[in-house]
């Protein structure tokens, strides 16, 4: 059975760091990709990051809003994948969640392409 279990979300302060993990158990396969979304209260579920398990896709990171501040990697067991939150502003407020595309390689910004979620972290920072 695929799950994912995402840890690390809290309450910080602007311009602090966090880094999420993404618990991966059940993977008993070499294609996959997993993402990091998150969903702030009246908001639409937002794509930030993706790593594929193909270095030939690599990773991705999304919206404008994170590039350069949140780095997507997993450990060498390959069994967590991290979301590493750098300068944190109100605005990156919100549910985390991983999310996983089975049986396939390519990253999508699109959450109906993802066929296993996590519960999700909340994630608080404040001004």
């Known amino acids: 059975e695929v799950r994912l279990v995402e840890s690390g979300g809290g309450l910080v302060q602007a311009g602090e760091s966090l880094r999420l993990s993404c618990a991966l158990s059940?993977?008993?396969?070499?294609?996959?990709?997993i993402g990091w979304f998150r969903q702030a209260p009246g908001k639409r579920r937002e794509a930030v990051s993706c790593i594929s398990s193909s270095s030939r896709f690599g990773s991705t990171s999304y919206p404008d809003s994170v590039k350069g501040r949140f780095t997507i990697s997993s450990n060498g067991a390959k069994d967590t994948v991290y979301l590493q939150m750098n300068s944190l502003k109100p605005e990156d407020s919100a549910v985390y969640y991983c999310?996983?595309?089975?049986?396939?390689?390519?990253?999508?910004?699109?959450?109906?392409?993802?066929?296993?979620w996590g519960q999700g972290t909340q994630v608080t920072v404040s001004s």
């Open positions: 999310a996983a595309i089975v049986l396939a390689t390519k990253c999508s910004p699109y959450p109906a392409e993802y066929n296993t």
């Open positions: 059940g993977f008993t396969f070499e294609d996959y990709a």
